[in-house]
């Protein structure tokens, strides 16, 4: 059964620090894996989709990277800003599947 | 609509009330998944439509828990007897492609659910 474990738990920076979330899940097999932000009250927004195939993907201060045969990938955030402030979840899809399979997500808090 | 709509977005119940949470999917998605995630936790997988089928319904934690999409579009997740640990969030998700082949999936704002 595919485990998707996420460190730190919760994160707190000051504003401008570059920070990496982590994720690691326990069956190689995916077909790809994303990140998401989550808001209080708020629905998932995705923010990256890496296919099994990459290694990376970019958008604006966000790269995350995907090593699948170590089962890790990290979420990169650059120059922190308040308004990061938020919960990141990693989530996989299996080969030949369709549901996501979530982490426990980071709290993370960028202070002033 | 622009996105995925639930309603109502708050519901108390008192234990043992049925409750009926809904969804409005993106017009012309054909996949309908529903989400339960408990305070602190990631979502966890409860269902899945294919336009008015409903193909995986593996994650549904008991038989209290019920849901159709008799249309194809709006879907209603019902919850019989409700217990306190069904407190959660329950989250809506549709994509536009079907089973074979994976579509970004698209989440609504969710429907807190407490029970007393």
């Known amino acids: 059964k595919q485990e998707v474990t996420q460190i730190p738990a919760a994160l707190s920076v000051p504003e401008g620090e570059n920070l990496v979330l982590n994720c690691s899940f326990t069956d190689s097999a995916i077909y790809n894996l994303q990140w998401f932000r989550q808001d209080p009250g708020k629905g998932l927004t995705s923010l990256l989709l890496i296919q099994s195939s990459q290694r990376e993907q970019t958008s604006g201060r966000l790269n995350a990277s995907l090593d699948k045969s170590s089962g890790r990938s990290t979420l990169y955030i650059a120059a922190s800003q308040p308004g990061d402030s938020a919960t990141y979840l990693c989530?996989?899809?299996?080969?030949?599947?369709?549901?996501?399979?979530f982490g426990s997500g980071t709290r993370l808090l960028v202070r002033p | 609509g622009a996105g995925v709509s639930q309603s109502p977005r708050y519901k108390v119940a008192k234990r043992g009330q049925d409750v009926a949470l809904r969804c409005d999917p993106i017009?012309?998605?054909?996949?309908l998944f529903w989400y339960q995630q408990a305070l602190g936790q990631g979502p966890e997988f409860l269902t899945y439509?294919?336009?008015?089928?409903?193909?995986?319904k593996s994650g549904l934690p008991s038989d209290r828990f019920f849901a159709e999409r008799p249309e194809g579009s709006v879907s209603t997740l019902k919850i019989q007897r409700t217990q306190q640990e069904d407190s959660a969030v329950y989250l809506c998700?549709?994509?536009?492609?079907?089973?074979?082949?994976?579509?970004?999936?698209?989440f609504g704002p969710g429907t807190r659910l407490t029970v007393l």
């Open positions: 439509f294919q336009n008015e089928a409903q193909l995986d």
């Open positions: 989530a996989v899809i299996m080969d030949s599947s369709y549901k996501l399979i």
């Open positions: 998700a549709s994509s536009l492609g079907v089973l074979s082949s994976y579509n970004e999936q698209f």
């Open positions: 017009s012309g998605h054909v996949s």
